[in-house]
């Protein structure tokens, strides 16, 4: 048995194990606000030219952030879908002659610009800890999804950049449930440390969230959130490295079946 299969089969053991053990539940997150592209370098193509958010504008206005979570618990495994899609749209006149990949934009061209970096992310948590104090640690797999493009403004030329791929990393939570108030720090991150060859990259995904629940079900709540990180990649003539701000209001809504009051748990 190879030892992607192993595994796989030792996962989902474990996971039914917990099941047959715990009450599983679901809990379903939504959370939507303002972000602020503080950063994004990007050069493309073997000739292409470096160029910075400013220079499209992408930092003269704030962007819509959101994010949606499904998250799976059993005993004290969790189980993590995240949808989190960004987009951002500007357009701009080139201050100085532009190279992307096999396309040239001369100085004084408006170009419209699109930013697209999809995030699709699968993760597992093993908590520590209790109801009031909990620690969380495990791993995330992420789908990139990007879509970065240059296209004048009278549609004569256009460059298009497009990539998928997979990125690993690391996941810790901490949260504190003192009572209806609750706080999480949460942190994905992950880095080649200069181990794959001539190419470097980084993910991190970090969040301060502090919530209430107005019903034991049901909470409001807000984060902070920073994300970023990027690649270059000598092979494929890429080099992006980008970090979003973003500040959200969220809701937090868990499903299970019918429990005594005193059984229920919101962790």
């Given amino acids: 048995m190879s030892a992607t299969a192993t595994t796989v089969v030792t996962l989902t053991v474990v996971l039914a194990a917990a099941a047959a053990a715990a009450e599983p539940r679901a809990v379903l997150t939504y959370e939507t606000g303002p972000a602020y592209i503080v950063q994004n370098d990007g050069r493309y193509g073997a000739a292409g030219t470096p160029y910075q958010a400013g220079d ?5 206005t704030l962007i819509r952030a959101e994010r949606a979570t ?16 960004f987009l951002v749209d500007t357009r701009a006149t080139l201050a100085a002659d532009l190279q992307f990949r096999d396309t040239r934009f001369t100085a004084g061209t408006v170009v419209d610009h699109r930013y697209r970096f999809d995030g ?11 109801d009031r104090l909990a620690l969380g640690l495990g791993g995330s797999l ?8 240059f296209t004048s403004a009278d549609g004569a030329r256009r460059g298009v950049q497009s990539d998928i791929g997979l990125v690993p990393a690391l996941k810790a939570r901490l949260s504190y449930v003192p009572g209806r108030a609750w ?18 990259g ?66």
């Avoid at 699709?120 to 209790?130: E, I, K, P, W």
Wanted: charged residues 20%; glycine residues 12%.
């Fill in 56 to 60: 499209v504008g992408q930092q003269d």
């Fill in 70 to 85: 499904v998250e799976l618990v059993l005993g004290r495994h969790r189980v993590v879908a995240l949808y989190a899609p």
């Fill in 120 to 130: 699709y992310r699968a993760s597992y948590l093993y908590q520590l800890g209790g």
């Fill in 142 to 149: 992420q789908i990139r999804s990007a879509d970065v493009a």
């Fill in 183 to 200: 706080a999480t720090l949460e942190v994905d991150g992950s880095s080649t440390f200069g181990l794959v060859g001539d190419t470097s």
């Fill in 202 to 267: 980084a993910l991190y995904d970090v969040a301060v969230i502090g919530g209430y629940a107005f019903h034991p079900d049901v909470s409001l709540y807000g984060s902070l959130r920073l994300v970023g990180g990027g690649a270059e990649v000598p092979a494929q003539e890429i080099d992006n490295w980008a970090n979003f701000v973003s500040a959200s209001l969220g809701v937090r809504v868990e499903l299970e079946r019918a429990a005594p009051p005193r059984s229920r748990r919101r962790w």
